[in-house]
């Protein structure tokens, strides 16, 4: 069972996902203020853009200045260096993956060493290991998205990274339900994925 931050970040991770639930993440950002702060919001809607794109990321911005405005301007919280990106990366690339990193970045690169560079420079240096929101609290948002989007081979390596990020099976269970939203036919698939991890 999720705590009640990390269902509302989830949720927020999963309307965010598809234009059809504008309104249901407007709703939820409101709801939302009682229980996390703006930065966790912002982490949760900044990561999208890694899983679902950038429409989805400056969507959900837009919803979050409309009903959680920010005043002043915002500036970039750290400067870009692909050199602590990629190390950093590679340490969150470590942790998420353990023992199955090596196979993964095997995978990774005969698919597409483009691809494979950018998942540990982009992804897991850039984006996933900010500090504004901890990693187990985003491995269970990627779950409830790729269960949304029933992306299955991501699922399970997100379902193990969030294993692995210290979240229990029934945490994950729980981001999967959430995940199934107007797609309860999608939550058998996802549980034997679990099941296998």
Known sequence: MLDDRTKVLVELAVFASRPEYTIELSSSIEK?????????????????????????????????????????????????SYQAFTERGQALYQEIYSKNADVVRKEMLNLSPELAAWAVIEGYGKTLSRKGLDVKTRE????????????????????????????SKEEVASAIELGCYEYPHRKEKALRLLDKA
């Open 32 to 80: 939302a203020k009682e229980q996390v702060s703006r930065e966790e919001v912002y982490e949760v809607f900044l990561q999208q853009y890694l899983f679902v794109g950038f429409p989805s990321a400056l969507e959900a911005m837009k919803a979050l200045g409309k009903a959680w405005p920010k005043e002043g301007i915002q500036v970039m919280s750290e400067t870009m």
């Open 140 to 167: 269970l948002c990627i779950v409830g998205i790729l269960t949304q989007l029933g992306w299955k081979r991501q699922l399970f390596s997100h379902i193990m990274g969030a294993i692995n990020a210290g979240a």
